[in-house]
Every structure is written in C-alpha cells, then in structure tokens.
C-alpha cells in the first residue's frame, strides 16, 4: 500500500502542470502581424493570418481562405468568420514550442498546436467563376 501510495505522489509532481490561458492582450501581441500554422495529431490542420485590428485569414490549408476576426470572451479567444456567424471559441496557452490552442465550444475538445513546418504553403485562390 505505500509503495501504491509512494507512485500516486510522485505522478502528481511529475505531470506537467497546467499552463494558464493567454489573456486576450497576450495573445494579440504573440500573433499579429503573424501566419501561424497548425496542427493536429501530427498533420496540418489550417493556418491563419493574423492582421492588425484583430482582423484575420484562415485556410485549411486547401487554397480556400475565410477572413474574419477575433474577440475576447472570458478567458477565451473567439472567432467568427465570413461564412460562419457563431463564434468558434479557444483557449490559447504559450508552451516552449509556441501556442497550443483548445477549442471550448465542444466537450470533444479538439487541440491544436503551432507547428513550425507542415509541408503545405498558404495560398488563397480567387473566386470560383462560372460554377
């Protein structure tokens, strides 16, 4: 029983303490002016440009591109984009390999982190003539 006890005690110093969320003047000051990419289990996920005024372009990497903006909320960071009126909330935390990003609009949380290469360039086509 001590030895179960001993192990218990430990995983609790050994795990990473949670980091804090970055607070809305943080976050804008670490990303504008910035294309950050992101990704996801280990694969691209998207990319978003981050303009001044809190505007910002995101693509899913597929040459399709939404622009929109950001707010805060509480100690979340929210979007609303072009093509999608509710907002799409985060928490972003700044870890030792740039931001991780968790999203708070579904209990399935999806987590997303900055990736520094993911093989994909960002481009946004023009508008789809004629279709």
């Given amino acids: 029983m001590r030895y179960i006890f001993s192990f218990l005690a ?7 303490a949670a980091a804090d969320p970055m607070s809305a003047a943080e976050f804008e000051a670490y990303v504008t002016g910035r294309t950050l990419y992101y990704g996801n289990q280990g694969t691209a996920y998207g990319a978003e440009i981050y303009h ?16 929109g903006y950001w707010y805060a909320e509480a100690a979340n960071i929210c979007f609303v984009y072009e093509d999608r009126p509710e907002p799409q909330c985060w928490t972003f935390e700044q870890t030792g390999n740039g931001l991780r990003a968790t999203f708070t609009n579904d209990p399935n949380t999806t987590e997303l982190y900055e990736a520094q290469d993911v093989g994909r360039e960002f ?3 023009g508008p789809k003539v004629g279709v």
């Fill in 10 to 16: 430990l995983g609790f110093f050994i795990l990473p």
């Fill in 123 to 125: 481009v946004c086509y």
């Fill in 52 to 67: 001044e005024n809190r505007r910002v372009t995101w693509s899913f990497l597929d040459g399709e591109c939404k622009e």
